[in-house]
Every structure is written in structure tokens, then in C-alpha cells.
């Protein structure tokens, strides 16, 4: 793979540090130091404002807007919503002997910024020379709350040696930046004022209606006297602080943002709610956040760190993926979804897709199982959209779009609006998934259900039957991999909607039988018949699954075999990535795909499959695949670790923790890559750990260990325990930090953990 670091960032176990200011990496950085707490999340760009290369990005999960399509013919979607760019809550302007701070034109050194995964804050520091040879050092501190949704702040420091004066300071809030995506501003404001020493302003999104209150509060280090700023979109508190040698100044912050996307809410009760907020804040001081920040992420690594021994770059890039991961999704706010890029940019509009349940779900299966539960409610509450959305493509039951941040289809690229299905089948896979590592049949009978159903009915309406076959399957569809249009019997498709059937066959009779007046009244309600659902049991052992018997490899599509090869190492570097360099209709000709297709159904299924049908896959497909997904390699990385191919394992992960942090792919000014972030941790628990979860007999445990570590651990939830896994060149470790003891099969072997655990010698073959 021709992906190469752009390494600038200080390598540090507990935190990303940036020493020395470099423009060119500048939204490089805003990316990487952005925060989030799964509400509201804020790119690293300067408080201060800064004239140079930056994207001033405040984003609000689910605050969205919309622009409309033209052209249109029945099912291709005619409007598309995307998350807003909002208000600039830290914005901050600050002056001192007639100049205005500015790192694009102003003279400084000693630039340093780092965001400290155990606190939560993000700092900047430098000494700032003015051009009468007096110099100030300032610290910025900025925090986005884990524990209190709606609260950010922030905190700017000052100390001097030799200027002594006033520094002029304007803090505020700002509507007015631009939504790079559409070129515009999105807001009109409503209304500003001051109250019980709190500055607000209330705004709209231009076309959906989407409201945002934001309100803040100061304090500094001397009382001084604010004036209060009114410009168009923006209301602000002016002031003088005194600086003087051996006297620090500075002020601070409170923040509370509130969103509000019903329109039936009416002003005066909006006012109440963001009032309750306010009264009901446990914090009152920026310290009192501080305090708060460092004890929620404490209990954070205690239950999911990874710790690698002998690799401090790995070290270092696994836990900012968990940091992300956790500042991402909490599942504190029910209804919200993970976009490809978080809440970290506009690239890919912050949309949610189908990685949600296959790619991410995992992480907070395991460390947050309310996250988990969560995601899957979002779904639950859009399904409305999804049936109407099945009526628009002339099919029944709800076909759940492939991107989305309200539950409407928001992707214009109809072949992939239209044609890619798996969205569906990997919400059935994520119930599934959830309710067998979690148990929480409660769910299943009282949300769950209700989507296998109307799922179950979407496939059966899109699929048909083949004239010379006489087997089920789909037609004119896209797979993951995304390199093949209009393709018939994707394989990944068929086999992931006949496990959706399977699945939701083996519901209902469980349902039946624990809960019967239960289903009986949700069948009454959806029309849903015995015959109908006895039929799903044909589809299924009558859908195709393209499979060569002789070689054990599964056949993309059909005719993918005769499809022209392409030599992909025989592609200069120059020409990635090709969807910039090849003409559209080029890249659709060829046997090469983009990202794991097949390699996925049997990475969701993996004990389904044998070590010889894994092996011969894995074969056949990596040679074919370009990764031109960031998703790509940690399912090649996990599945080489598996076959004991150490050496390749390593060289796919490689990479998979330090995607955002050194710039691979050269787009991290867009917004982190949120859904590999979450592959990243795979890469380690399911590649090099061995873990699979979607086995008969419960938890499998299989570790490995690369060439370059001397050891490494992790931690997980598991049933309500917590269990920790170590791993060195000589043995494993596998026990119960906390909790009652689990059964876990480790190595072929099941054991009672508890927390004496159990150490067995790691074998040669597991050995990079």
C-alpha cells in the first residue's frame, strides 16, 4: 500500500503534542485536537482567530440542514441534509498595545498545543512579542464536558516579565462562520440578550429550522467591567485585564449550547429548558471542570485501556483512538448516530453509514454497552424513515438509507443510494451482535423485533428469483466493495440477508415462546402474518451464494471471476486515489476491488467459516485490493493474524492507530476518520487478541503478538465484568479485574475467569 507518514507530532503515551507552529499543518492539527463529547464537538482551530489556513468548525450531533436536487425520477432522493457548521463558542480576540493577536501575522515562539488523554484539555501556549520588544506568554485551555452534554469552556492565561498594562479582550459567541461544504453561512439569528449574568443568543439553520441556543458566563482574575458587544450574529462581553511583571492575569469561560430540533418548541419553552441547564450545572468554575474531566477519564481507562509494550508510536495512537472513540458516542443522548468524521469536520457531511454496526458497534459492545444499545435505538427511531423510503424504490418493509443523519437519505450518488442494501442487513446484524454478547432480550422483544420484520420484508420485496437458478438473490446492487455497479448476486449481500432471515425466524419463535402475548400484539399491529414469516424460511435456503466448490473461494458476484484482472502493483503511485485519477466508468471494468467485500461477510460470521475457506479467501481477494478505504486494512490486518501471516498482519496494521495522527491518507484536514479509529481498536482486540464474539459456545480468546512488541494488554466488558487480557512473548494472562466470573474460551479451551484468571505459554506459531 502506498501510504506514507507525514510525522510532526511528539510521540507521548498519555497525549498528542505538537511543538513548533507549521501553517501547512495547520488543519491538520485542528483535526487532530478537535473535541467532542458525542453532543457537540469543536475543531482545535485558535480561539484568537487566526487569518491563515483554518476551518473554524462547532458541529451538534443531528443539527443538520438541507439543500435540494434537481433533477429526479422515482427513488432517486430529492433533498439531502447535512450536519450544520454552527456557533464559534470559544471565539476570543485579544489585543495588547494596539496590535490584535493573529499567529499568521503576529511575531512568536516557544508554539506548543497538546491535548492530555487523562484530563480531557486541550492547551496551547507561546510567548507572543509585540513589536515594542515586550513579549507575553498565554495558555489556552479548552474543554468540551464528558459528564454535562451542553457545557464547554475554556481559559486563557497571561504572564509577562516586562509589559505592564491593559490587555483588551472581546469573548463571545459567533454565528457567522462559513460552512465550507456549501460556501455559506446557514444561520439566521432569533435573539440575544443578557440574564442573571449569563451572555445568550438564540439562531435557526436557514432552511430546516434546526434552533441553537448558546449562553455564557465569565470570570476573570480582577473584577473588571465588561461592556457587552452586539454585532449581526454575534453577542460578546468586552474588557480591560490588567497585566503586570510577576502578576498573572486571566479570565475564563462557561459554555452552554443547547439545540433544539423540534419546531412544535416554542420559544419561551426553549428559554426554560436552556435556563434548567444552567441552574441545574454541578460546575461553577473552570477548575471545578478540570476536576471533573481528569475523574471521568480516569474511570474511562481503568475498564478500556490498551497498553502496548515496546512500540510508543502504536502506544500512543491506539489510546487517542480510544480517546476519540469515547469523545465520539457515549450514548448519553438517545437518538444520535456516529458520522464518518464524528464531529470533527464536514467532509462526508456528517452522515452516519452502515460502518456504525459493523465497524463501530464493537468498541462499545465492549466498553459501553449503554453506547452500544444506543446505536441501535437511532435506528429504531428512524425506521419511519426507512419504510418510507422502501416505498420511494417501489419495495415493502423499510430500507434504511446508506447515509444519513435524521434517518432520510442524504447521499446524491444514486448508485449508491439505490443500490447498496447492506445497511439493512448490518442493522440485523448489530441486533443480533448486541443481543448475544449482551443478553438484553428486552430490547429485542420491545425494538429489535419490530426492525427484523419490517427488514425481513425489504429483501424479500427487492430480491427475486433467477430464471435458470431458481435461487433467491438481488439484482442490480452494489456491494461494500463498491468497485462493482450494477452487479447481480453480491455475495456479501445474499449471505447477510439470508443470516438476517435466519436470525429473525429464530427471534420470533424465541419470542413466542418467553414473551407470546408480547409478539402477538406486535404482529396484530404490523399486519405481520405466520404464513408471511414462514415464507422467509424459503428465501433463505433458496438464496444464492456464488462459491467456486473446487478452490473454496466465494464469487464476488456473478461473473466476477471472468471479470479482466489488473495487476494493482502494476498502478503507479501517482494514480491514487483513483477515484481522482481514472475516470469513473474506468475503475468499474476490472477484478480489482476497493475494500473487503467477501473478507467482510466472513470477518461478522468468522466461526462459520473454516481455517482452509478463510485461507483460500483471504488469498484470493488481498491481492485484488487496493484499500482505497480507510476501513480496508485492519479486516485484512485481523484475518492475516488469524492465518498466522505475523509479518502481513503487522504491515496492514502498521498504519490503523496513526491514520489521523501522521496523515496517511493526506485528507486528515477534513475530519479524523472516525469509523477506522474504531477499526483501529479492532486491529488489536480481534487481530492480535483473537477475540471473536459471534461464536456458539460464547467469548474465544486466540492472542497473538507481533514481531516488534515485547508485550501488550487490554481491557474489556464482558457480561457486566471487566476482564483484562495480557499478552507477552512467553505466556497470556487472561483475568477478571472486576465483576463475577465469565466463561471464555482460550485457545480451544473453555475456562471460568475470575480474578485469579488463568496464564497459559504463549505456542511458537502465535509468536511474530
Same mark, same amino acid.
Given at each position: 500500500m502506498a501510504k506514507a507518514a507525514d510525522?510532526?507530532?511528539?510521540?507521548?503515551?498519555?497525549? %498528542?503534542?505538537? /511543538?513548533? +507552529?507549521?501553517?501547512?499543518?495547520?488543519?491538520?492539527?485542528? !483535526?487532530?485536537?478537535? @473535541?467532542?463529547?458525542?453532543?457537540?464537538?469543536?475543531?482545535?482551530?485558535?480561539?484568537?482567530?487566526? !487569518?491563515?489556513? #483554518?476551518?473554524?468548525? &462547532?458541529?451538534?450531533?443531528?443539527?443538520?440542514e438541507e439543500m435540494k436536487l434537481g433533477a429526479h425520477y422515482k427513488g432517486i432522493i430529492r433533498q439531502l441534509r447535512f450536519m450544520a457548521n454552527a456557533v464559534n463558542w470559544a471565539h476570543t480576540r485579544i489585543e495588547a498595545e494596539g496590535e490584535t493577536l493573529d499567529l499568521a501575522t503576529?511575531?512568536?515562539?516557544?508554539?506548543?498545543?497538546?491535548?492530555?488523554?487523562?484530563?480531557?484539555?486541550?492547551?496551547?501556549?507561546?510567548?507572543?512579542?509585540?513589536? #515594542?520588544?515586550? &513579549?507575553?506568554?498565554?495558555?489556552?485551555?479548552?474543554? %468540551? !464536558?464528558?459528564?454535562?452534554?451542553?457545557?464547554?469552556?475554556?481559559?486563557?492565561?497571561?504572564?509577562?516579565?516586562?509589559? /505592564?498594562?491593559?490587555?483588551?479582550?472581546?469573548?463571545?459567541?459567533? +454565528?457567522?462562520?462559513?460552512?465550507?461544504?456549501?460556501?455559506?453561512?446557514?444561520?439566521?439569528e432569533i435573539t440575544s440578550g443578557e440574564e442573571n449574568g449569563w451572555t445568550s443568543i438564540v439562531a435557526k439553520t436557514i432552511n430546516t429550522g434546526n434552533r441553537l441556543a448558546s449562553a455564557f458566563t465569565l470570570s476573570a482574575s480582577h473584577n473588571a467591567a465588561t461592556t457587552p458587544v452586539k454585532e449581526e450574529k454575534y453577542v460578546g462581553q468586552a474588557f480591560a485585564l490588567p497585566l503586570r511583571p510577576g502578576q498573572p492575569s486571566h479570565f475564563s469561560k462557561l459554555v452552554v449550547n443547547y439545540a433544539e430540533k423540534d419546531a412544535s418548541v416554542d420559544m419561551a419553552a426553549?428559554?426554560?429548558?436552556?435556563?434548567?441547564?444552567?441552574?441545574?450545572?454541578?460546575?461553577?468554575?473552570?477548575?471545578? +471542570?478540570?476536576?471533573?474531566?481528569?475523574?471521568?477519564?480516569?474511570?474511562?481507562? /481503568?475498564? &478500556?485501556?490498551?497498553?502496548?509494550?515496546?512500540?510508543?508510536?502504536?502506544?500512543?495512537?491506539?489510546?487517542?483512538?480510544?480517546?476519540?472513540?469515547?469523545?465520539?458516542?457515549?450514548?448519553?443522548?438517545?437518538?444520535f448516530n456516529i458520522g464518518a468524521k464524528g464531529l470533527t469536520g464536514e467532509?462526508?457531511?456528517?452522515?452516519?453509514?452502515?460502518?456504525?454496526?459493523?465497524?463501530? @458497534?464493537p468498541f462499545y459492545l465492549f466498553n459501553n454497552p449503554k453506547a452500544a444499545r444506543s446505536l441501535l435505538e437511532f435506528r429504531y427511531k428512524s425506521l419511519p424513515n426507512a419504510l418510507e423510503r422502501a416505498k420511494e424504490v417501489d419495495c415493502k418493509g423499510a430500507f434504511y438509507p446508506i447515509a444519513t443523519i435524521d434517518g432520510t437519505e442524504s447521499c446524491d450518488l444514486w448508485q449508491h443510494s439505490n443500490l447498496q442494501l447492506q445497511v439493512g442487513t448490518a442493522v440485523g446484524y448489530g441486533i443480533w451482535h448486541y443481543v448475544k454478547v449482551t443478553?438484553?432480550?428486552?430490547?429485542?422483544?420491545?425494538?429489535?423485533?419490530? =426492525?427484523?420484520?419490517? @427488514?425481513?420484508?425489504?429483501?424479500? !420485496?427487492?430480491?427475486?428469483?433467477?430464471?435458470?437458478?431458481?435461487?433467491?438473490?438481488?439484482?442490480?446492487?452494489?456491494?461494500?466493495?463498491?468497485?462493482?455497479? =450494477? %452487479?447481480?448476486?453480491?455475495?456479501?449481500?445474499?449471505?447477510t440477508a439470508r443470516k438476517l432471515f435466519e436470525y429473525t425466524l429464530e427471534a420470533i419463535e424465541g419470542m413466542r415462546k418467553d414473551v407470546p402475548e408480547a409478539f402477538k400484539s406486535l404482529a396484530d399491529r404490523l399486519g405481520v402474518t405466520e404464513a408471511e414469516w414462514k415464507g422467509w424460511r424459503r428465501?433463505?435456503?433458496?438464496?444464492?451464494?456464488?462459491?467456486?466448490?473446487?478452490?473454496?473461494?466465494?464469487?464476488?458476484?456473478?461473473? $466476477?471471476?471472468?471479470?479482466?484482472?489488473?495487476?494493482?502493483?502494476?498502478?503507479?503511485?501517482?494514480?491514487?486515489?483513483?477515484?481522482?485519477n481514472w475516470s469513473y466508468d474506468r475503475?468499474?471494468?476490472?477484478?480489482?476491488?476497493?475494500?473487503?467485500?467477501?473478507? =467482510?461477510?466472513? $470477518?461478522?460470521?468468522?466461526?462459520?467459516?473454516?481455517?482452509?475457506?478463510?485461507?483460500?479467501?483471504? /488469498?484470493?481477494?488481498?491481492?485484488r485490493c487496493i484499500h482505497e478505504s480507510s476501513l480496508s486494512p485492519s479486516i485484512h490486518s485481523i484475518f492475516a493474524a488469524e492465518l498466522g501471516k505475523h509479518d502481513e498482519a503487522y504491515k496492514f496494521f502498521e498504519f490503523a492507530t496513526r491514520l489521523d495522527l501522521d496523515n496517511y491518507n493526506r485528507n486528515t484536514r477534513e475530519g479524523l476518520h472516525t469509523t477506522s479509529i474504531a477499526a483501529a481498536w479492532m486491529n488489536i482486540v480481534y487481530g492480535f487478541g483473537g477475540m471473536r464474539s459471534d461464536g456458539p459456545d460464547g467469548l474465544i480468546l486466540n492472542p497473538s503478538i507481533p514481531a516488534r512488541w515485547s508485550g501488550y494488554s487490554f481491557k474489556f466488558q464482558y457480561k457486566g465484568t471487566v476482564l483484562g487480557v495480557r499478552a507477552s512473548r512467553g505466556d497470556v494472562e487472561v483475568k477478571a479485574v472486576s465483576g463475577e466470573p465469565v466463561r471464555v474460551r482460550l485457545y480451544g479451551r473453555d475456562y471460568t475467569i475470575d480474578a485469579a484468571g488463568v496464564t497459559l505459554e504463549l505456542e511458537e506459531a502465535r509468536i511474530g
Open positions: 510525522k510532526y507530532l511528539k510521540v507521548d503515551p498519555w497525549a %498528542v503534542v505538537e /511543538e513548533g +507552529f507549521d501553517p501547512a499543518r495547520n488543519r491538520v492539527s485542528e !483535526s487532530i485536537f478537535s @473535541l467532542g463529547n458525542e453532543y457537540m464537538g469543536i475543531r482545535g482551530f485558535p480561539d484568537e482567530g487566526y !487569518s491563515g489556513d #483554518s476551518l473554524v468548525g &462547532s458541529y451538534f450531533n443531528g443539527l443538520y503576529s511575531a512568536f515562539s516557544g508554539f506548543m498545543r497538546r491535548v492530555d488523554f487523562r484530563t480531557g484539555v486541550y492547551e496551547r501556549r507561546f510567548v507572543w512579542h509585540l513589536a #515594542s520588544g515586550k &513579549s507575553i506568554r498565554i495558555t489556552f485551555e479548552r474543554l %468540551v !464536558s464528558m459528564t454535562q452534554s451542553n457545557l464547554g469552556g475554556q481559559r486563557v492565561a497571561f504572564e509577562t516579565d516586562d509589559f /505592564e498594562g491593559n490587555l483588551r479582550i472581546r469573548a463571545g459567541l459567533d +454565528f457567522s462562520p462559513i460552512h465550507e461544504d456549501q460556501g455559506k453561512n446557514l444561520w439566521n426553549l428559554k426554560e429548558c436552556v435556563t434548567a441547564v444552567i441552574d441545574a450545572l454541578p460546575i461553577k468554575t473552570f477548575n471545578e +471542570f478540570v476536576a471533573d474531566q481528569t475523574a471521568y477519564w480516569t474511570r474511562i481507562w /481503568e475498564t &478500556s485501556d490498551i497498553a502496548i509494550e515496546g512500540d510508543p508510536d502504536n502506544q500512543q495512537g491506539i489510546r487517542y483512538c480510544i480517546f476519540q472513540l469515547y469523545q465520539t458516542y457515549r450514548g448519553d443522548n438517545p437518538g467532509a462526508y457531511r456528517g452522515l452516519a453509514f452502515w460502518d456504525t454496526e459493523t465497524y463501530c @458497534l443478553g438484553d432480550k428486552a430490547f429485542l422483544h420491545e425494538q429489535g423485533m419490530e =426492525m427484523l420484520l419490517q @427488514l425481513c420484508r425489504f429483501y424479500e !420485496s427487492r430480491g427475486q428469483w433467477g430464471q435458470k437458478t431458481g435461487q433467491f438473490g438481488y439484482y442490480g446492487v452494489m456491494g461494500p466493495d463498491e468497485f462493482q455497479l =450494477m %452487479v447481480n448476486n453480491n455475495c456479501y449481500l445474499n449471505l428465501l433463505a435456503d433458496n438464496m444464492k451464494i456464488p462459491l467456486d466448490e473446487e478452490t473454496g473461494v466465494y464469487e464476488q458476484h456473478d461473473g $466476477f471471476f471472468d471479470m479482466p484482472h489488473i495487476d494493482i502493483h502494476s498502478i503507479p503511485v501517482t494514480d491514487f486515489p483513483l477515484y481522482h475503475i468499474y471494468r476490472y477484478d480489482m476491488i476497493k475494500q473487503p467485500d467477501v473478507l =467482510m461477510f466472513m $470477518f461478522l460470521y468468522n466461526q462459520q467459516f473454516s481455517p482452509e475457506a478463510k485461507r483460500a479467501n483471504y /488469498e484470493y481477494y488481498e491481492s
